[in-house]
Structures are given as C-alpha cells and as structure tokens.
C-alpha cells in the first residue's frame, strides 16, 4: 500500500514536469516546420543589407530561379528517396544521360513534341532501374546500387554521345528552361518579365506537395521512413513503393535534363556533375532526416534557394568560390546538428 | 466460464517441420469469444511458430484452421485480416513519424475523391481514431499526436487499438507487456479485459505469470513444439504453470 501511494505521488511529479515543459515542447512543431523558412528570409535579408541595390533586383532575382531550377528538381527527387530512408546518388548521370539523349534525338531531326517527351522517360527508365536493383537484387544499401549507376549511367552518356557536346536546340524545346512570360501587360517594364522555369518549379512542387500529403502512395512513403516493417506489417507493399520513389525520382531527374537543355542550349559530357551531393545536401539544409520519415517539401524548396542565394550573394560581393564551399559545408553540418538537437527534444527515449 | 460462448478459432493438428526440424507437432488451440487464452512455454517451445501459422504468415506443413467453424487455408497476413484475426507484434510495428491515426489506419486510410484522383480524408481519420480510442477508453491528447511523442505503454495501447479499429474477432497478443514500465502495465491489461467484454477472443503469448493471471480464462503450454498440459485458470497455479514451462506435470 506504501509503495503504491508513492508511486502515484511520483506520478504526480512527472506531470507538473510535463507542464513545466509543455510549452517548449509545444514550440518544436512550429521550429520543425518554419525555422528553415526563418533561416531563409535571413538571408535574403542580410544578403539585401550587403548589396542594398543589386541584390533585390527584378533581374537578379529571377537569376537566381533561374540558376535553381534544375537543382530543384533534382532535389525534390532526392527528397522523397531520403524520406524513405535511402539515398539516390544517381540523379546527376540519370540527368546527364537523359540530356545527351535528347541532344541526340534532337539532332537526328525529331518533332519538338518527341524531344521533349524523350528525357522525361528517359529518366523515369534510369530510375526504375535503381528501384528494380535495389528491391530485386536486394542490395543492402541504396546507396551501392545508385552508386553503381552514377557510373553506368554517365558512362551511358558519354558512350552515346562519343564524350562530345551537341548543341542547339529549337525553341519548343528550349521553352521550359528558356521561356520568358511577358509581364509588360501588367505595366511592367520588358525587362521584368517571369522565366517560365519559376513557374514550372512552383507547379512541380506544388503537385508532389499535394502528392506526398495527400495521398495514400505519399503517406506510405513517410510511413517506410518512419518504420519499413510497420508499413509491411500494415500490408504496405514496400518493394512497390521504393521502385515508384526512385522512379519518380529519374522522371524529375529527367524534367532536370529538359530545363538544362533550354538553359544551355547544349548537351554536355559535365553536366550535373557532382549535382547529386547538391541535392542531397539542400535536403539536409530543408530538415530532411537521414534516419528517414521526416521532411517538408517546403523545406526541399528553402534548401534549395538557400543554397542558390549563398552562391548568388558570395558571386555578387566577389567572394571566391572556395569560400562558398567552405560555407555550404559549414551549414550542412550545423543543419544535421540542429536535427540531432531536435530529436533530442521530441523523441521519447 | 468462456466454454459455452462462441467457438471463433480452432488450430486441429497443426504440424510444422522446418527442414528435418520439427517446430510443432500435432498442437491443437481454441479460443472462445469474450475469451482470453494464454500461450506460455519455454524459448523454442514453439510459441511463435504457431501465432506465426495462425496469422498466415507460415504455412503450416500438416492441420487445418477453422475460423467460426469454417476451414480457412492462409496463404498470406492478409487473408487472417480479412477473416478478422490480427496480430499485435513484439516490436509494435508503428511509424514513430505519424501520428497516432494514421498508424491505426496504415494501410487502410480512408479517402475521399476529388474529380478523379484519391485524397485522405483526414477528417474522417481523426473523427474515426477518436471514436475508437474512447471505446476502449485509451487516454491520449488527441489523435494528432505523433507516436514517438507516446510513452512505451500508450504505444502499446495504440498498436491493440489499431488491431482492433477493423472489427477484429481475434487479437493475438506477443509479449504485450514485455518493453513496458511497471506502471503502464497495468493499463495494457485492462485494455485486454475492455477487448475480452466486447466479445473479442484474445490470444496472448507471455513470460510473466501476472500478466496470464491478471487477464487469462484459459492457458495452454507448449513444451519442444507439442501440448503439454492445459487448464482454466482458476484450477491451477502460478507454480504448476511455472513447471509446465519446464516440462513438469
């Protein structure tokens, strides 16, 4: 009887703690969901007191878009293999290899409708590729078998190609990385005008936002991240997820290879180079988790422009590009630490 | 006490070989409604191999299953779902980075369709959650909470209740009890007496004797993959079960 009356007298101190903290606690959400937005409008803001007259500008601005919107891509594919706890380290060779294949079906004199098309299936090809292989072969880790394919894939590429570039495209073609929509009918000057690659990031990411909360497929997608034998045990198939992640995953990769082309104008044998550690790394700046499960969209996006604004801000005040590698890396590891901190906090042990 | 209601499972003969292993040889269970049974043996006994066969997930190599008198070949977990017989594993088999709906929903969330594409409807999931956590009576701060926010015995009481959100008939229980803090025992229990009144026949595999004398009807023993001995609960004791486990009559 004594032991039981202090145990429910400790009951009743572990509840006054849980209120001491409570409010902490309760502003954890609101930091794992936003605090990379205000980490964001920092920067934009510090960045802006630095270069009071360029940085803000109508043009600078759409170049740094500009600038982001292959990456972007290539991140949110990136994404969404993270968040089931994998990792896609191919995404630079799928989208070199899907450009120098549509270079080559440009040059050989395809309708403009084809070469559009090509790279996008190219891609989404490449990346079942990844997803047969590491559900059907088994591999123990994605990481080996994209990282087979980082090889095959750009070995691919440059076999195809003869390791040369091939340039010019039609305009059709180039739309999506090219495009300019006209602003002048809202009394803006010709200058201001809206690339159309900012629009296309915003509506792709704005249907994978939809895709991944609001969709069964999505939330099974965080569910393997959170725990792959739960999502099996519910009856999830987990091999079919995986292949559809990695497949989407090319087929953004591919959309990539499309706004590249447009940018360029050329199919490259560099192209993407070293891209993939880009996106994996704006993944980790938006708060995705290594450990899988967890992760915004939104996020991704911030990431993404977190990084474009740091190269853009360094390139405008001349600072060397060394430094701006020193810097990305410095954020990536205090990204990971303040993600660490975080489980810290809200996980129960 | 049980005996005269329902028959809902029925193991007859069940024999599993594992290569020239035996696992089990010739076990017969049966589990009423509104009836609890406890499986107890020693490690290898054979405890797992037969939830294992009951939930679908091993075929067993001779015996049959019957479900409400019926015989049911199992090819897969999900045919023992369909029947209404689930399983509430060991390592609680819940997304950490969900919250608490949509883990008992995982896999069978409800949707509502816009044109022609699926959403969730995550009204209907948390409207659904709340519901069934009041029915069993299971306190949490809202359906929205995240499971790894949940301390280890309201993860279990999330894992039974998400066991039970499709009408199960039959709940197999593995070590309900066997990660839990002292304190939050005793409400997985109750939780197992609150399934028992609604009429669900509950199977669970347990070490601890309190655990088996708090909310069994019934326990069976397993010893080297074979019935050792059987008995309601209230003919027998602690100390000859304890010698069943050791394969003692």
Same mark, same amino acid.
């Given at each position: 009887?004594?032991?039981?009356?202090?145990?429910?007298?400790?009951?009743?101190?572990?509840?006054?703690?849980?209120?001491?903290?409570?409010?902490?606690?309760?502003?954890?959400?609101?930091?794992?969901?936003?605090?990379?937005?205000?980490?964001?409008?920092?920067?934009?803001?510090v960045m802006?007191?630095?270069q009071?007259?360029?940085?803000?500008?109508?043009?600078?601005?759409?170049n740094?878009?500009?600038?982001?919107?292959?990456q972007?891509?290539?991140a949110?594919g990136?994404?969404?293999?993270?968040?089931?706890a994998?990792?896609?380290?191919?995404?630079?060779?799928?989208?070199?290899?899907?450009?120098?294949?549509l270079?080559?079906?440009a040059k050989?004199?395809?309708?403009?409708?084809?070469?559009?098309?090509v790279?996008?299936?190219?891609?989404?090809?490449c990346?079942?590729?990844?997803?047969?292989?590491?559900?059907?072969?088994?591999?123990?880790?994605?990481?080996i078998?994209t990282l087979?394919?980082?090889?095959?894939?750009?070995?691919?590429?440059?076999?195809?190609?003869?390791?040369?570039?091939?340039?010019?495209?039609?305009?059709?073609?180039?739309?999506?990385?090219?495009?300019?929509?006209?602003?002048?009918?809202l009394?803006?000057?010709?200058?201001?005008?809206?690339p159309v690659?900012?629009?296309?990031?915003a509506?792709?990411y704005?249907?994978f936002?939809?895709?991944?909360?609001?969709?069964?497929?999505g939330?099974?997608?965080?569910?393997?991240?959170?725990?792959?034998?739960?999502?099996?045990a519910?009856?999830?198939?987990?091999?079919?997820?995986?292949?559809?992640v990695?497949?989407?995953?090319?087929?953004l990769?591919?959309?990539g290879?499309?706004?590249?082309?447009?940018?360029?104008?050329?199919?490259?044998p560099?192209?993407?180079?070293?891209?993939?550690?880009?996106?994996?790394?704006a993944?980790?700046?938006?708060?995705?988790?290594?450990?899988?499960?967890?992760?915004?969209?939104?996020?991704?996006?911030?990431?993404?422009?977190?990084?474009?604004?740091?190269?853009?801000?360094?390139?405008?005040?001349?600072?060397?590009?060394?430094?701006?590698q020193?810097?990305?890396?410095s954020?990536?590891?205090?990204?990971?630490?303040?993600?660490?901190?975080?489980?810290?906090?809200?996980?129960?042990? | 006490?049980?005996s005269t209601?329902k028959?809902?499972?029925?193991a007859?003969?069940?024999?599993?070989?594992?290569?020239?292993i035996?696992?089990?040889?010739?076990?017969?269970l &049966?589990?009423? /409604?509104?009836?609890?049974?406890?499986?107890?043996?020693?490690?290898?006994?054979g !405890? %797992?191999?037969?939830? @294992? +066969?009951?939930?679908?997930?091993?075929?067993?190599?001779?015996?049959?299953?019957?479900?409400?008198?019926?015989?049911?070949?199992?090819?897969?977990?999900?045919?023992?779902?369909?029947?209404?017989?689930?399983?509430?594993?060991q390592?609680l088999?819940?997304?950490?980075?969900?919250?608490?709906?949509?883990?008992i929903?995982?896999?069978?969330?409800?949707?509502?369709?816009?044109?022609?594409?699926k959403?969730?409807?995550?009204? &209907?999931?948390? /409207?659904?959650?709340?519901?069934?956590?009041?029915?069993?009576?299971?306190?949490? !701060? %809202?359906?929205?909470? @995240? +499971?790894?926010?949940?301390?280890?015995?309201?993860?279990?009481?999330?894992?039974?209740?998400?066991?039970?959100?499709f009408?199960?008939?039959v709940?197999?229980?593995?070590?309900?009890?066997?990660?839990?803090?002292?304190?939050?025992?005793?409400?997985?229990?109750?939780?197992?007496n609150?399934?028992k009144?609604?009429?669900?026949?509950?199977?669970v595999?347990?070490?601890?004797?309190?655990?088996i004398?708090?909310?069994?009807?019934?326990?069976?023993?397993?010893?080297?993959?074979?019935?050792?001995?059987?008995?309601?609960?209230? !003919?027998?004791?602690?100390?000859? +079960?304890?010698?069943?486990?050791?394969?003692?009559?």
């Amino acid at each position: 009887m004594k032991s039981l009356v202090g145990l429910w007298e400790k009951n009743k101190m572990e509840d006054k703690e849980k209120k001491q903290d409570s409010l902490y606690v309760k502003l954890i959400p609101y930091f794992e969901k936003y605090g990379i937005l205000l980490l964001l409008v920092i920067m934009i803001l510090v960045m802006h007191i630095l270069q009071p007259d360029v940085f803000l500008s109508w043009r600078n601005v759409t170049n740094v878009f500009k600038q982001i919107s292959w990456q972007s891509m290539l991140a949110l594919g990136v994404f969404m293999v993270i968040v089931t706890a994998g990792i896609d380290l191919s995404v630079g060779s799928i989208m070199m290899l899907s450009l120098m294949i549509l270079a080559i079906v440009a040059k050989a004199g395809a309708p403009w409708f084809i070469v559009v098309l090509v790279p996008l299936f190219a891609g989404f090809l490449c990346g079942l590729v990844n997803g047969l292989g590491i559900t059907l072969l088994r591999m123990p880790h994605p990481f080996i078998m994209t990282l087979g394919t980082l090889y095959i894939f750009r070995g691919t590429g440059n076999l195809i190609s003869g390791g040369t570039p091939i340039s010019g495209f039609t305009d059709e073609v180039r739309y999506l990385g090219h495009g300019r929509i006209d602003l002048t009918w809202l009394g803006l000057e010709k200058s201001q005008y809206l690339p159309v690659s900012l629009v296309l990031i915003a509506v792709v990411y704005f249907v994978f936002w939809v895709f991944l909360n609001h969709s069964r497929t999505g939330k099974w997608i965080y569910a393997i991240g959170g725990n792959p034998s739960a999502a099996r045990a519910s009856g999830i198939n987990v091999n079919k997820i995986l292949i559809i992640v990695y497949s989407l995953c090319g087929f953004l990769s591919g959309i990539g290879a499309l706004i590249l082309a447009g940018r360029t104008d050329s199919g490259y044998p560099n192209a993407g180079l070293q891209s993939e550690l880009d996106a994996i790394a704006a993944c980790i700046i938006g708060g995705a988790s290594f450990f899988g499960g967890r992760g915004t969209v939104l996020g991704v996006f911030a990431g993404v422009m977190i990084m474009g604004i740091l190269r853009n801000g360094l390139n405008l005040m001349d600072v060397s590009s060394f430094w701006q590698q020193v810097l990305i890396g410095s954020i990536i590891v205090l990204a990971v630490y303040v993600d660490v901190l975080r489980r810290d906090f809200g996980t129960r042990k | 006490m049980t005996s005269t209601n329902k028959l809902l499972l029925e193991a007859k003969g069940i024999t599993k070989y594992f290569g020239t292993i035996t696992a089990l040889e010739n076990v017969n269970l &049966k589990v009423h /409604e509104g009836e609890c049974l406890g499986v107890v043996g020693d490690n290898g006994a054979g !405890k %797992s191999t037969l939830m @294992k +066969v009951l939930s679908g997930l091993y075929k067993p190599s001779a015996g049959a299953l019957f479900f409400e008198g019926k015989e049911h070949v199992l090819d897969s977990p999900k045919d023992s779902q369909n029947l209404g017989l689930e399983m509430v594993y060991q390592d609680l088999a819940l997304a950490g980075n969900l919250p608490i709906g949509e883990n008992i929903f995982l896999g069978r969330e409800p949707t509502k369709n816009i044109g022609f594409l699926k959403f969730l409807d995550f009204k &209907k999931i948390q /409207e659904m959650t709340s519901a069934h956590l009041e029915k069993l009576k299971i306190n949490v !701060k %809202s359906a929205d909470q @995240k +499971v790894e926010e949940l301390s280890g015995g309201q993860r279990q009481a999330v894992a039974i209740a998400r066991s039970t959100a499709f009408n199960a008939k039959v709940v197999i229980m593995d070590e309900p009890t066997a990660a839990l803090a002292i304190k939050e025992v005793g409400k997985v229990l109750d939780l197992i007496n609150k399934l028992k009144s609604t009429g669900v026949g509950v199977i669970v595999i347990s070490h601890r004797m309190d655990d088996i004398f708090t909310v069994c009807d019934r326990v069976m023993a397993l010893f080297q993959g074979t019935n050792f001995a059987e008995s309601q609960l209230d !003919k027998t004791s602690r100390d000859e +079960v304890i010698g069943w486990i050791m394969g003692k009559k």
